[in-house]
């Protein structure tokens, strides 16, 4: 076997490759199936300060080589997560990454604050969330506010702090720089873009909320892209996701600048593609006789 550790912020991971968060829930389910130690991480389901019960439904569609969803960010609240499930997950033998959210600045501030003195081992800040204060404008839609959000959570917390950036935006490189100038330790990307269908019978919106994200294939050559560009702009460590399915895709991730990939829409069609995946990219490396997983990240030879 290639050796398929890597490690981001300090943190040791085994293999590159960590369920996103949003599918994998706590990982009960799916450990039917498989160890979770097999796996290099878990991103856990995105948290709050207080329990949300979600969007109304219809809340998820089918999309060409895709998904829609909608589902409001439905979780039991931060004290719950780490009384009931944190302690179940540091159990099994592979990096935590609690995913947060809120939505003012105060509310991200608190949840990170709270698993600052747990034993998690790193935080993962969803910046994708509307902001109440600024119109519901997300904060990962500008740099100061996707700045400021990153700047207060940082001080707050010494936990390394991944910050998932919004790729609905108009430069996503410049969000980016500015997270890592407010204290990121490293982000994560992409995450889902904004999309829309419609029922044709009943002229309404497939979805209860109207509008949700797009994830799936379909987004996999924008993910590449804005990681490409990402991880070109910043000196920080860079998470990839979007669309990945396969080895290949993970490491395609990799040589655009990703030091560690992250694996959503595929669960769903298949519960064993994070293992999968892992075996597929030793078998990749063991192909082209390359000793270790790091010795591909970057190395993409733009024309």
């Not at 969330?129 to 904060?139: E, H, R, Y």
């Not at 293992?275 to 270790?292: G, M, P, Q, R, T």
């Amino acid at each position: 076997m290639a050796d398929l550790s890597v490690k981001i912020c300090g943190v040791d991971f085994k293999n590159p490759v960590i369920p996103a968060s949003g599918v994998f829930g706590y990982g009960h389910e799916y450990e039917e199936f498989y160890s979770l130690e097999k796996l290099g991480g878990i991103a856990t389901k995105g948290t709050t300060l207080n329990r949300r019960t979600g969007n109304p439904s219809p809340r998820i569609a089918e999309t060409p080589s895709g998904m829609l969803n909608s589902v409001g960010l439905q979780n039991p609240g931060i004290d719950h997560f780490i009384n009931n499930e944190l302690p179940y997950l540091l159990t099994k033998n592979t990096v935590i990454l609690a995913n947060i959210a809120g939505s003012t600045v105060e509310e991200c501030v608190a949840v990170a604050e709270k698993l600052d003195s747990t034993e998690v081992h790193m935080i993962e800040l969803n910046i994708s969330c509307p902001n109440v204060k600024q119109g519901g404008a997300a904060f990962g839609t500008s740099c100061e506010t996707a700045g400021e959000v990153t700047r207060q959570v940082r001080k707050v917390t010494k936990k390394p702090l991944v910050v998932k950036l919004s790729p609905n935006v108009t430069s996503i490189a410049e969000i980016a720089k500015a997270v890592e100038e407010a204290g990121a330790d490293a982000v994560s990307l992409i995450n889902t873009l904004l999309g829309m269908r419609i029922d044709v019978n009943t002229g309404r919106p497939v979805l209860r909320n109207n509008v949700g994200g797009l994830s799936g294939r379909a987004v996999f050559p924008i993910a590449v892209r804005m990681v490409w560009q990402v991880a070109n702009a910043v000196k920080i460590p860079v998470i990839g996701m979007g669309g990945v399915a396969s080895g290949r895709d993970a490491v395609e991730l990799m040589m655009a600048g990703a030091s560690a990939v992250q694996v959503g829409a595929s669960v769903f069609t298949d519960p064993y593609a994070p293992v999968k995946i892992i075996d597929e990219i030793d078998d990749f490396l063991n192909a082209k006789k390359i000793s270790s997983v790091r010795e591909i990240i970057g190395t993409v030879k733009p024309w």
